[in-house]
């Protein structure tokens, strides 16, 4: 028997740090004590169990009995050795959260709104930020990531250049701060012999690419030197993704060839599974071939002011910083622009991280999207904050009465704290159990475009952030209450019966609820600005007719097609055999095509105007243009004519210009005015036929850029590459796609037909990044808006039923029904108005914020900032109404006869 | 005029005809005061530890025929000395408290 109470004894009583004899004695001394208790109550007619029950709770607190025993076995306390002080500490704290879970289990309601408004701020925050970790904080697959540059270039006109194969070559040959510099330019290429043909993704490198990343292949080898040069053997290093998908994973892959844009290359390596990286600039790439080849076959590469796709990375040397690689970079493009002032005066090395480069435009969506979370989770927050503030002052005679007892302060601390710990770190399981499930709908949610966002997951970093925010919004719910303690005299409370409250904690959770509204406001402020964004975005005219059109890209391979004539011979039969299929109202050809994301630049003078000042010159959007493209895209003819059949290569130079270049090049004419006109482009002069309206080419938000449009027959540049546009004659021009196919194959079966969508799809691509940010801070925004409703509808119905005693003396002395509704909807909506008001003062400054998502909206657009708190007072009033309306129901007898 | 706790002198007071186990103490504390004096075993223990370090009592483990093991506390020479020094305070202070709280019960 006493062996039972034995070992009870020693399971609860913590250690006390002395001898252990003497320990020993004291542990049997308490175990009789309980055994007695238990007979005692026994012998008076208790049943074995009660017996038992009434011995176990006979000591109701270990941790003090313990620090009691130890201070009286040595009255110096302080010399308490520090183990045993945390160890009591942990057992008070313990015996705290036990409590703290015993009294949650009986306030049910209480702690399933507690924990599910945590679990969704939490969960939330979590998801998002898997989505940061993901993208913007796990590190490159590649050997010491950090150590990777990317390299291009800038001048003052053109902010970001792709790289001179020229410039390359200096920068590798005079750097002092690199191991290595590879060059690497993107290439897709047409893959005959299996199956149909296709086009395929692939990267030209020069040979030390790999080593440079750190990346060995799987099977095989990579570029050996000897093969990256002018005239090399035709060699191709592949893609696990294409051996195992297009060679069906072929053993005997080593030493087969593949034709690629009609030569045969034979395969040397595969690379491993997973490279390259997700994000990587070839991430997409399947296969790689030796970029120094090409450099040999192309001498138009060879032009030192040719900026023709190439990126440029580098490996930093060990304990070279990036700051230092940057001055050593300036130092040789300087050197570069005094050797050659014809192409390089003005330009730059602009360098930046590897991996800056590839997620520096996502990175500060996702830092927004953050940003956003985080305000609700500190919504979510404040309202667990008030619930537990309302729970502290229903308990507050118990503290009371604990203190009375002697509980020390730090033991009530304790107490506060144990209940906000409780609820976050339920809410932070919870949240997790959320987080997972939102991960699983991120294809659904992530703006399509979001680079290495496949790669999301619950990892370590990710589970730790969680912990820490569980943590986090512990201590801020408990905050509260626990400052509460120190205002409440534990006379006072004893005294008036301990459940009406001391004003203070009525001021704090006023302040909670206008915090509450202030950071709804703002996140709702965001939302209202982007929407009002996106709908002046889809009021824009792009200044094409989007309706009814198709496009697709032909891109040909010069290996098939290696001069003018035969690529200019196949778009004229290929524009006829289009022209010839029912249903087609309009053919015409461009590149590159507006809103495509392809833009092409050049600048130009003006023939018969003064030079204009070196660094000056003007620039405007290029694109070539063959058969009836303006009318197919629905583009207004301002004056002279539109290009035709009669503008080839023999005739004489001409060209069409918007009316946004009729302003700019010839300043303010009208379009009549500049028919006949010359400007210099390529070293032609070229003679403006004609005006047409504008058209937003890059994006519908961008500045209005001036265009020229040239005949493709008579472009000098490369015209190996046309988008197709037809003008479907009635209904879907998606229903064009496969006669068009068809059309294509006719003239070549071994070209294939790209990107084919309808201009109406395109044009909604431009705006889906946009949209879906809206949708996903508008869920935020909603979440806010009903949190704080939900917040100010607790206060508002705990101070009316602690006012209902005044409210009762108010009506017996005849106040109205309609002024006891007026004084509780006042009290609570000036609540609102002042948190409102911060808020809108708060949203004022959110342009920094917000600035890429804002189109023609200012941060302090009148029409958001006062829909907004409008919007959130109507929710307030809503959350005032209910008590108040039940404040109206109070019959004063019953109020007055309470007390 | 120094007034020691009221639980220490109880105790003291309580162990002066014979020495007691611990149960033993609580249940004649609760007895002889009506229940007014109610000193839970959790603060009595360690009040006895700390009147055993300060050698007002001591405590000794003895078997009786037919009980187990009992830790026993008898008062000390000192622990007498203190009792009575005690009780000459308490003696003055309910004397003093009676004059001035029930003046016309005397």
Known sequence: MSDYWLEYVHCHLPRLGLAPEREQEIAVELAQQLEQVEREAATRGANAAVARQRAEEHFPDWAALARAIVAAEAPLAARLPWRLRLALAAAAAGSELRLALRGLRRARGFAVVGVLTLALGIGACAAVFSLVNAVVLQPLPYRQPQQLMAMLETSRQFPVMSVSWPDYLDWQRDNRSFQQLAAFRGSDMVLTGHGPAAMVIGARVTANYFPMLGVAPERGRTFLPSEDRAGGPAVVVLSDKFWRSRLGGDPSWRGRTLDLDGEARTVVGVMPAGFPGGAALDSQAEFWTPLRAFVGEQPSLQNRGRHAGIVVLGRLRPGVSASAAQTDMARVSGALAAAYPATNADSRVRMQGYLDLLVGDSSGALWLLLAAVGLVLLIACANVANLLLARALSTQRERAVRAALGATRGRLWLQALAEGVCLGGLGGMAGLGLAELLLRLAPVLAPATLPRAGQLGLDARVVGFTVALAVLCSLLCALAPALRLGAVGIAACLKDGGDSPAPGGIRMRQALVAIEMALAVVLLAGAGLMVRSLARLQGIQPGFHAQGVLTFIIGLPDSQYPTRERQLAFFRRAEEKLHQLPGVAAVGGVFPLPLSGNDWEAPYTVVGAPPPAPGQEPSADIATVRGDYFAAMGIPLEAGRRLGMDDTGSAPPVAVVDIVFAQQAFGGATPASVIGRQVKLDGVNRTVVGVVAHVQDRSLAGAPRPELYLPQEQSKLNVAALSFVMQAAAGNPLLLAAPAEAGIAAVDAGQPVTDLFSMEQLRARGLSDRRRMLGLLGVLALLALVLAGVGIYGVMAFLVVQRTREIGVRMALGASRGRVLGLVMGQGLRLAAIGAAIGVLLATRLDRLLGAYLFGTAPSDPLTLAAVPALLLGIAAVGCGVPARRATRVDPLAALRAE | ?106
Do not use: C
């Open chain 2, 1 to 106: 005029m120094e007034l020691k706790g009221t639980a220490e002198v109880a105790v003291l007071s309580l162990l002066e005809a014979r020495a007691r186990h611990g149960y033993e103490l609580a249940q004649l504390m609760e007895e002889r005061s009506g229940g007014a004096l109610d000193l839970h075993a959790a603060s009595l223990y360690p009040l006895l530890y700390r009147l055993e370090r300060r050698g007002l009592v001591e405590g000794r483990w003895v078997e009786r025929v037919g009980e187990r093991r009992r830790r026993y506390y008898k008062l000390t020479a000192a622990g007498r000395k203190a009792l009575a020094q005690q009780r000459q305070s308490w003696r003055a202070f309910l004397a003093g408290m009676r004059a001035v709280v029930l003046p016309h019960e005397g």
